[in-house]
């Protein structure tokens, strides 16, 4: 696990990284996949999308690109300013560190 700030870091783009791609791709792909395909009548997702002038968000379409970009921007701040720190509070109300009688750890 990350033990400094730099290491913190490097592992929540990472974890954005893989979570916004595969939520990204889901979304379109399964969630919406079929409904896309049936409402511009092309044969694959990736067409319709084009076909559709992209994904709305925002009011608008957007090209794919765009929309993993926003929600990486997104979910990278979220990470970094809420999740990482909020996580730890948490961990830390539960488990005190300077008593090792805790069950969690024996």
Known sequence: MPRTQFQRMIFALLTVIITVHGYVFYSLYVVNGNTLMEITGESSVLRAIHAQGGVYMFGSMLPIWAVVLIEFCLAY??????????SLKLVFRIFDPQKIDNPIVS
């Not at 701040?77 to 909020?86: D, F, K, R, V």
């Open 77 to 86: 701040s979220l990470e970094c300013l809420l999740g990482s720190p909020m």
